[in-house]
């Protein structure tokens, strides 16, 4: 029945600054822009290398979000990468804050967060596998 998530979309408060960091800074292309002139508002299309896509809109004056940690809805996006401490390089040069990294206690991969201009929670999310972990899910697999 499903087959993956196709896309995420945020709304942001800033049009041009969201696109620069999503576009320039992570790197997403852009697969189409519209400006919607009855809602006065901007919707861009962008996509991962793996095909998964982010909606970016744009709306004049939208309502705040609840900030608590636990709130129901979005907790946070994660994007995979082949080399975390690559990709943290890559955000401290552009003068964005990033978290410490932490390891995934069930699965040993290494993973972190940083905030986009909105403060919408980011994961950088490294994807090998620990090969102590490996040999772990083999024993508890038999």
Do not use: W
């Amino acid at each position: 029945m499903l087959l993956g998530i196709h896309h995420a979309a945020i709304i942001c408060s800033n049009y041009q600054k969201s696109k620069h960091f999503y576009v320039t800074i992570l790197g997403l292309s852009v697969l189409a822009e519209h400006y919607r002139e009855a809602r006065q508002s901007y919707k861009l299309d962008l996509q991962l290398p793996d095909m998964s896509q982010i909606e970016l809109f744009s709306f004049e004056n939208p309502p705040k979000r609840p900030s608590y940690p636990e709130a129901c809805g979005l907790r946070h996006l994660a994007f995979r990468v082949a080399s975390i401490e690559t990709a943290i390089e890559h955000l401290t040069a552009h003068d964005i804050d990033v978290e410490p990294v932490r390891i995934d206690e069930y699965t040993g991969k290494k993973f972190t967060f940083f905030s986009d201009p909105d403060g919408l929670p980011l994961e950088l999310y490294e994807l090998y596998l620990n090969p102590h972990c490996i040999k772990n899910v083999n024993k508890t697999a038999h």
